[in-house]
C-alpha cells in the first residue's frame, strides 16, 4: 500500500482504506449517502467553531475589564493613602501672603484656650491668635512643614505670622519645647528679652518671672538675639537674656559653676585689665575643653585687644581651624574668618 503526502503534511486518502474522515467526497453505497443527508445539519463547521471562539474570548474580555479596572481603583486610593501619610501637604497660596491653615493647635490637657475660647479638639491657628494654658494644661502646635511645638502649663504665645519665608511666633510667658525641621532661619521665637531663630534644631525656650529668657538647645543649635549681639547656641549649650540686655555667652548645660561664672564675669568686665576680669581669663583659659569651644568662639565676639588673641590661640589647640583662617584673622575679627571656624567648631562637638 503506497501513500502520497497530502495538504498539511496528511496522508492522501487510500482506496480502500479508512480515510473517509479525510473525504470531502460522500462514498457510492446508498446507505450511507442517507444517512449522510440525515446527518447533514449537524455537520461540523469550523466556522462555527470559530465564531463560538471570538464570542468567548469577547465575554472573557467583558469580565476581565471591571475586574481590571478595580484593580486600578484599589491601587491608586492605596497609593493616595501612602502620600497622605509621607508626603506633607504643600500650605498653598493665601491672600496677603499669609498661610493661615498652616498651623494648627491641639489641646493636649487641662484648659488650653484660644482668644478666650476653651478648645476641646484640634483647631487651625491664625495669625494674632493667642493661646494660654493653665497650670494644668498642655498644648501643642503643629506647624505643616515646619515642625511642632509644645507649649508648657502656665504659658502664653501667639502666632504673629506665618508666610513662605518666616513663620513668627510670640512667646510673652512660659515655656515651650520646639521641634523644628524646617530649612534654617525659617522659624522665629520673640519672647520680652530677645529672639531665637532656629536653624534647623530641638530645643526648650523659657521667660522666666523677671521676664529674661532662657534657650536650652538639645539638637542643632540657635541663634539668641538681643538689642545689639547675638549667640550663638549649639546642642548641650544654655543662654540666659535679661531682659533689656544681650544674651549672655553660652555655657555647657553641665558646665561646672566656676567655669560658669568666670565665663560672666570675663564677658560683663569693661576691661580685662581689672583684676577680676585677668583671674576670669586665666580660669577659662586653664580649664576650657574641647566640649567647650562654643563658649571660646562666641567670647572672641565680645573680647578685644590681647584677651581676645589668647581666647583664639587655645581655641586653635582645641579645634584647629581651617586651612583658610588664620589665628590673627580671627583675633582682629574677619568675619569670613570667624564663619568658617564656628563651623569647624560645631561639629567637634
Not at 512667646?171 to 515651650?176: D, H
Not at 532662657?214 to 537674656?241: K, N
Request: aromatic content about 4%.
Amino acid at each position: 500500500m503506497t501513500t502520497e503526502k497530502h495538504d498539511a503534511g496528511r496522508s492522501a486518502p487510500v482506496p480502500g482504506g479508512d480515510d473517509y474522515a479525510w473525504s470531502a467526497v460522500p462514498p457510492g453505497d446508498a446507505d450511507v449517502r442517507r444517512i449522510e443527508e440525515m446527518l447533514a445539519p449537524r455537520r461540523f463547521e469550523a466556522s462555527a467553531v470559530r465564531t463560538l471562539r471570538a464570542r468567548d474570548l469577547h465575554h472573557s474580555r467583558l469580565m476581565r475589564t471591571p475586574m481590571l479596572a478595580l484593580a486600578a481603583c484599589v491601587a491608586l486610593v492605596a497609593g493616595g493613602i501612602i502620600l497622605y501619610q509621607f508626603v506633607p501637604p504643600s500650605a498653598g497660596p493665601h491672600p496677603g501672603g499669609l498661610a493661615e491653615s498652616a498651623w494648627s493647635v491641639e489641646p493636649l490637657s487641662g484648659t488650653v484656650t484660644m482668644n478666650g475660647r476653651a478648645l476641646l479638639e484640634e483647631d487651625p491657628l491664625g495669625a494674632g491668635q493667642w493661646i494660654e494654658t493653665g497650670s494644668q494644661a498642655r498644648a501643642s502646635l503643629s506647624g505643616r512643614s515646619v515642625g511642632r511645638v509644645t507649649l508648657e502649663p502656665n504659658s502664653r504665645l501667639r502666632l504673629v505670622n506665618s508666610r513662605e519665608a518666616e513663620h513668627r511666633l510670640e512667646l510673652a510667658s512660659g515655656r515651650l519645647h520646639a521641634f523644628i525641621t524646617a530649612p534654617p532661619r525659617l522659624f522665629v521665637v520673640d519672647t520680652p528679652a530677645a529672639t531665637a531663630v532656629d536653624m534647623g534644631c530641638v530645643y526648650d525656650l523659657s521667660v522666666l518671672e523677671d521676664g529674661s529668657t532662657l534657650l536650652e538647645v538639645s539638637s542643632g543649635w540657635v541663634e539668641l538675639g538681643g538689642p545689639a549681639r547675638t549667640s550663638r547656641v549649639p546642642a548641650g549649650y544654655r543662654c540666659l537674656a535679661p531682659r533689656g540686655h544681650d544674651p549672655s555667652v553660652p555655657v555647657r548645660t553641665e558646665a561646672p559653676p566656676e567655669f560658669v561664672e568666670a565665663v560672666r564675669v570675663l564677658a560683663a568686665a569693661p576691661s580685662v585689665a581689672l583684676g577680676p576680669a585677668q583671674d576670669s581669663l586665666k580660669a577659662v583659659l586653664e580649664s576650657a575643653s574641647v566640649a567647650d569651644a562654643a563658649t571660646l568662639w562666641n567670647l572672641l565676639q565680645r573680647l578685644d585687644g590681647q584677651p581676645r588673641r589668647e581666647i583664639a590661640l587655645k581655641l586653635a589647640r582645641l579645634v584647629p581651624p581651617p586651612d583658610a583662617v588664620s589665628v590673627e584673622g580671627a583675633a582682629a575679627g574677619d568675619p569670613a574668618m570667624l564663619e568658617a571656624w564656628w563651623t569647624q567648631v560645631r561639629w567637634s562637638l
